[in-house]
């Protein structure tokens, strides 16, 4: 035999058997994986992405490369893979991004961006076909940059974020779709197969105890031949955000040119326990001590719980059960305000005083509010509503956690949002001045978050209530629209109920003073008196001396009107701006200020107005007069209590019309505890 023939036979028996490859775990305590950022194999087999760490990333791969195309025909082979996965997080309703199944040219992916990002990709090669990579993530977080379909989904990645076919996380029993939430706490199976005959692709979700459901949760038709390269690794991304999160991976199969081996599921390492406390080591000291020691405890905690029983008393009713993952411990959020301290009071307003708060356990930081509230009518309703605004998620908006409910009081329980609100930057000679650009990258967020409220949540929010005072600043100093206790919910297609007048002067669009309904409208309204404000660093009314008071929307009207209308920017901006994103947003606060409510843009048009995809409407025939613009109130209103607005170290007002009929919004329920 030649030995050209030789070492030809030894070419195909090694492509042969790497095309074969396959592996198996049932734990990883004895693998060699290729583990790196905060990934690591814990002592009693577990595979630990990552590990209660804020804005972190890990990887862990199959050490060897893997072959995947034919050698004859340059086609992808046909492979499957199934692991079992658990994600555990901090605090039950939110969690800090997912874990990715992924196929890569490379064994790590050093460049990539923890949060949104999955460990996979970072913002300059996200979508590129240079990435050859192909993955199935486990999404918990909706990202819109992204068009995630919501917070709790399973994509198919092709070198992007931006999956090509995704569907909410659950798995069929016959032809029913049961939903499963992906970061609840207990393990799931996955199976990923790819058909090179069919260059099908198909994902399978289910429970670790039902075994594998005869229907795929999803499917795509795509040759993954231009895809991946001749050798790839496969692994697992994770990232976190801002919530504590733990993702685990259990046991792993996978196998090229067949069918994965199934785990043995009874061999699986197991999770810790949900709530797992380190024993004392005084329970080793023998029974005589264990003895003494527990009477005393008992007596302790007998003595204890009669002491606390009405201090920690709380209202629960039968009815609350449904939303237990979004009710809080009285006795917790006392705790975390350090008893509700004047030092930790953040804020008072017009219906409680805002704290702040460090969870007990979690460490998560909240603010919490405490309203009044002797009366129960329509509170099942007003429950309701708050369990769905707790369920709204963007980058611009405060996520409403939860609430707890005791006699007389109500307490809403929101995320901490560490910079404080707008308005202490705006006004009163701040001791920081914002720059132009923080301030319009501000602007745009909260049009976002607006925009999001309005459009392209489930239902529709009006918020009623858009002012500096209630846009709060995260870390990096991001708009997030926050205090929703005013906010109003109906569906897409219908018309707002609402009578009852509530808000703040100044940003009271005038139909509803006259009709008693907030609509998307009257935000809009609301929005452009909050443009003004950022841009000039003026409320929308001010006292200017004894006997005068100043309109603002009337003095940006004037200085346009005589073509200066940059002479309304706020001082404090010195020279370090663009000149026409300053005149867009004023000429955009103009308009968005019309009395006729069909005049304004909508928010979608705002957004693009300004991106500038969409440029502005003419505003030379907007006229100023009694029926023009106007600013929030008429002088034949009748029954208002008229008050200014307040930064968040005083008290919050609003106007409520006494005259008019109550319904069980948010607003009517908090209006009716008789403040």
Request: aromatic fraction near 10%.
């Amino acid at each position: 035999m030649s030995l050209k023939l030789v070492l030809l036979v030894i070419l195909l028996v090694t492509q042969v058997a790497s095309e074969d490859t396959s592996f198996i775990y049932n734990g990883f305590q004895s693998s060699h994986l290729y583990v790196d950022g905060i990934a690591e194999l814990t002592s009693n087999g577990l595979l630990r992405l990552t590990n209660d760490t804020k804005q972190q990333k890990g990887h862990a791969f199959y050490p060897s490369p893997i072959v995947f195309k034919n050698t004859f025909n340059g086609s992808v082979s046909s492979f499957s893979t199934t692991f079992v996965f658990a994600i555990r997080t901090e605090y039950p309703t939110l969690s800090g991004h997912g874990i990715v199944f992924v196929v890569s040219p490379t064994k790590g992916l050093p460049n990539s961006l923890p949060s949104a990002y999955l460990g996979l990709f970072d913002k300059s090669n996200n979508g590129n076909d240079s990435n050859h990579v192909f993955g199935v993530e486990l999404d918990t977080i909706l990202n819109s940059e992204f068009a995630d379909i919501n917070d709790n989904h399973v994509g198919i990645d092709i070198n992007d974020l931006k999956s090509a076919t995704s569907a909410p996380a659950g798995y069929y029993s016959g032809r029913e779709l049961k939903n499963l939430s992906l970061f609840s706490g207990y393990p799931m199976q996955v199976w990923v197969e790819y058909d090179g005959v069919k260059k099908q692709i198909d994902v399978t979700l289910a429970p670790i105890n039902i075994g594998k459901p005869e229907r795929p949760l999803l499917s795509l038709t795509k040759d993954l031949s231009p895809i991946l390269n001749n050798i790839m690794y496969v692994g697992f991304s994770s990232s976190t955000g801002s919530v504590l999160t733990s993702h685990y991976v259990l046991g792993w199969s996978f196998k090229v040119n067949g069918q994965a081996q199934q785990l043995a599921i009874s061999e699986l390492p197991k999770l810790p326990r949900l709530g797992d406390k380190k024993e004392f080591k005084f329970l080793t000291a023998g029974l005589p001590l264990i003895s003494v020691v527990l009477v005393l405890m008992i007596t302790l905690a007998v003595v204890f719980v009669i002491k606390r029983k009405k201090k920690f008393a709380e209202v629960l009713e039968d009815w609350e059960q449904e939303y237990g993952p979004h009710r809080f411990k009285f006795k917790d959020l006392y705790f975390a305000t350090k008893g509700f301290k004047e030092k930790e009071l953040l804020g008072t307003g017009g219906f409680g005083r805002v704290y702040k708060g460090v969870m007990p356990i979690s460490k998560i930081e909240v603010a919490v509010k405490k309203v009044s509230h002797e009366s129960r009518q329509g509170m099942r309703e007003f429950v309701s509503e708050i369990v769905s605004i707790g369920r709204l998620r963007h980058r611009n908006l405060v996520s409403l956690l939860g609430y707890c409910r005791r006699k007389g009081e109500l307490l809403l329980v929101y995320e901490y949002m560490p910079n404080g609100s707008l308005d202490k930057y705006l006004y009163n000679q701040p001791t920081v001045t914002l720059t132009w650009s923080q301030r319009f990258r501000i602007i745009k967020g909260v049009a976002s978050g607006l925009f999001y409220l309005h459009e392209e949540w489930e239902q529709v929010v009006v918020h009623r209530d858009i002012k500096a005072s209630n846009v709060l600043l995260d870390a990096e100093l991001n708009g997030r629209l926050g205090d929703f206790g005013l906010a109003r919910l109906y569906d897409h297609g219908t018309d707002p109920q609402t009578t009852h007048v509530v808000g703040t002067l100044g940003y009271l669009a005038p139909e509803h003073t006259r009709t008693g309904k907030a609509t998307t409208s009257s935000d809009v309204f609301a929005f452009g008196a909050f443009l003004l404000e950022v841009v000039c660093g003026k409320r929308p009314i001010e006292h200017i001396g004894e006997h005068e008071t100043r309109i603002l929307v009337d003095w940006v009207y004037a200085c346009g009107k005589r073509g200066e209308i940059l002479e309304a920017k706020d001082v404090n901006l010195g020279i370090d701006y663009r000149s026409d994103e300053v005149e867009l947003v004023l000429k955009l606060g103009l308009l968005c200020s019309h009395s006729e409510p069909l005049a304004r843009p909508s928010m979608r048009q705002v957004v693009q107005h300004l991106e500038m995809d969409e440029p502005l409407p003419d505003l030379s025939l907007l006229s100023l007069s009694s029926t023009g613009l106007t600013f929030g109130y008429h002088e034949d209103s009748e029954g208002f209590a008229l008050s200014y607005p307040s930064s968040m170290d005083k008290p919050f007002t609003h106007i409520t019309n006494t005259s008019t009929t109550t319904t069980t919004s948010i607003a009517e329920s908090f209006l009716s505890s008789g403040r």
